[in-house]
């Protein structure tokens, strides 16, 4: 079984930055696709950004292009996803998650979640 713990949510101005911390335990995932989702209240949960497990591919979501980078250190089991320039709708509970194999945008893909880290970021 995989554990994943996101850190490094809060509170942020718009404009801001921040930087996620997704730290899995429990086995390597370095032969796992890790994606960062988000969800905002009242919202279905929608795909932000995907790495593929050696790192030479990355994927974002148009609203996030630019703005956000995700890369990973696999040899210590992290993935982070730097977000700068954040807007007001930016703000919801990111989570992350893991897969083993191919890099896909689609949460029911996925096997293993974290808990969510929260995003607010005011105007």
């Known amino acids: 079984q995989v554990q994943l713990v996101e850190s490094g949510g809060g509170l942020v101005q718009a404009g801001g930055s921040l930087r996620l911390s997704c730290a899995a335990s429990?086995?390597?995932?370095?032969?796992?696709?890790m994606a960062w989702f988000r969800q905002a209240p009242g919202k279905e949960r929608e795909f932000v950004s995907v790495?593929?497990?050696?790192?030479?591919?990355?994927y974002y979501a148009d609203s996030v292009k630019g703005r956000f980078t995700i890369s990973r250190d696999n040899a210590k089991n992290t993935v982070w996803l730097q977000m700068n320039s954040l807007k007001p709708e930016d703000t919801a509970v990111y989570y992350c998650?893991?897969?083993?194999?191919?890099?896909?945008?689609?949460?029911?893909?996925?096997?293993?979640w974290g808990q969510g880290t929260q995003v607010t970021v005011s105007s």
């Open positions: 429990g086995r390597t995932v370095s032969s796992y696709a």
């Open positions: 790495i593929s497990w050696n790192g030479d591919r990355t």
């Open positions: 998650a893991g897969r083993r194999g191919n890099a896909y945008t689609a949460p029911h893909e996925y096997d293993y």
